[in-house]
């Protein structure tokens, strides 16, 4: 059974710095992309960062780019995330995905239960 | 890029079929097949319902079905259930500066 488990959310002052992680069982980690989508409170969903099973290509959407940074450890299993310069826009539920079937990070077929970050001064 | 276009709600009464469209634009919905759909509970984490237009994951009952015309795809629910009450999202591949985009979710009340 897939397990996607969160950490590391929590209450931050705008322009600090927070790190994520995510921990994964129940498949070969490195063989699938992840990615972390994240929902600000009582809205949608919006994508973030995405980094394929090897590690060696990323994505982020245009609101994170040049603060927020996507990494993996696959001897670790783990999926990480630091975020720098936080902006109250920041502030959401961030969720851990693991890609379906499909070799890219075009969908989200397993998710974690998310960590909240709050970014308030 | 602005999210993808969803109608803010739906309603129908068990047993009825519903449909949720879902509009993007040529640089997304309408060139690529990589749209997929996700169900989310109040408090709970999204679920998997469509991926590639029009596949089910395992475990996903085919009641759920999903089509694309153009640019808009649809995901349409068949014999409603109230377990199916749920906001329910669209995703797209848009390569460029977005590369991934959702739409703006669409409350599914079950009469």
């Known amino acids: 059974e897939v397990q996607l488990l969160e950490s590391g959310g929590g209450f931050v002052q705008p322009g600090g710095s927070l790190r994520l992680s995510c921990a994964a069982s129940?498949?070969?980690?490195?063989?699938?992309?992840m990615s972390w989508v994240r929902q600000a409170p009582g809205k949608g969903l919006e994508w973030v960062s995405a980094?394929?099973?090897?590690?060696?290509?990323?994505y982020y959407a245009a609101s994170v780019k040049g603060r927020f940074t996507i990494s993996r450890d696959n001897s670790k299993n783990t999926l990480s995330l630091e975020m720098n310069s936080l902006r109250a826009e920041d502030t959401a539920i961030y969720y851990c995905?693991?890609?379906?079937?499909?070799?890219?990070?075009?969908?989200?077929?397993?998710w974690g239960q998310g960590t909240l970050v709050t970014v308030s001064s | 890029q602005s999210a993808l276009t969803q109608p803010a709600s739906v309603s129908g009464s068990p047993g009825q079929s519903i449909t949720i469209s879902c509009t993007g634009t040529?640089?997304?919905?309408?060139?690529?097949?990589?749209v997929s759909w996700y169900q989310q509970h109040p408090g709970k984490a999204p679920k998997l319902m469509i991926y590639?237009?029009?596949k089910w994951p395992s475990g996903v009952s085919h009641r759920f079905s999903g089509s694309k015309s153009g640019s808009t795809a649809s995901l349409t629910i068949s014999g409603l259930q109230a377990e199916d009450e749920a906001d329910y999202y669209c995703?797209?591949?848009?390569?460029?500066?977005?590369?991934?985009?959702f739409g703006g979710g669409t409350k599914l009340t079950v009469l």
């Open positions: 040529s640089s997304d919905v309408g060139t690529y097949n990589l």
């Open positions: 590639e237009v029009t």
């Open positions: 995703c797209s591949y848009a390569p460029g500066n977005t590369h991934m985009i």
């Open positions: 995905a693991k890609a379906h079937d499909t070799p890219g990070y075009y969908d989200f077929g397993s």
């Open positions: 129940g498949f070969t980690f490195s063989d699938y992309a």
């Open positions: 980094i394929y099973g090897g590690g060696d290509k990323s």
